[in-house]
């Protein structure tokens, strides 16, 4: 039954309430804030003309979940590999739950060692160190991650975060410019990969994690090293890389095709894990762990 309203004052009670009902939303949702039609439209364009479908291309930046990360790029300018706690992963502790994954996964270890002469306990420490042995595998939105850095390479964009970030920006000017034109470059490549990774093995882009720079899953691979390296480890018919038995063969893959072989020396060693991540800092760390686990599981 309709409702009467014959009191002039609860009508513009009632209006007053309803324009705040459409209004307030806008401002709560990052999401709309930063709209993907509007940050992403020369980044889409660049895509179709590329031959990505274009239904999906739009269907997806129109996703509310897809959004311009203001927060994640900022991190760039913050983050400091020097400053990371290294020392966290050559603990007692840490050593402790590596040889427990070990045991856990001898059989995956075992059989990548075997087929890419890579040391399972190299494997095992890339693991450790990258997440935790899959504990902490990031909560960035990869699509997200790698559009934003993509689109800077519109200068409209590039102007927009170089406003927003400049006041704790340690880069000056100029070196912004040149950073933003690199990354967007990289990014762009990545984002490629990305598509042509979720179409291959019907995953839904929107829906996968990883670290503020885009890497994902157990072995934090970015989608380029996916493509060229990640296997299919536990023989189910799809690349997973959230998956330990596909995250074990895959890096032991990457540092197969980099060189590392069962007699390996050292300074060859550091050359070779030195392509999986470009930090003397993690290189070091990830043959720390690698002994001193040879020394545990020597003892009886």
Known sequence: MPIKINNYSTIIVLLTGLLILIIVPSFQNPAIADNSRVYFESLQQRLI???FDKGMIKDLYNRPEVYFDF???????VYREAKLNYDQFTSKSSIKKAKKYMSKYSSELSSAER??????????????????????IGNRSVLNTLSTLASLSD???????????????SLTREEFNKWSK???????????AFFKYVNREGIDPACIHGSFAG???IAQFMPSSILAFAKDGDGDGSVNLFNHADAIISIATYLGHYGWHPEINRKNACKVIYHYNHSNYYVDTILKISELLQISLERP
Do not use: P, Q
């Open 182 to 192: 690199r990354k967007s470059k990289w990014a762009y490549s990545e984002l490629k």
């Open 71 to 77: 927060k994640g790029v900022s991190r760039y300018f």
């Open 155 to 169: 200068l409209n964009i590039r102007e927009m975060v170089w406003d927003k970030n400049s006041s704790s920006c």
């Open 115 to 136: 087929i890419y002469g890579v040391d399972k306990k190299t494997i095992t420490a890339i693991i450790l160190v990258e997440t935790r042995f899959g504990k902490v």
């Open 215 to 217: 890497a994902l899953g």
């Open 49 to 51: 003309i590329e031959g």
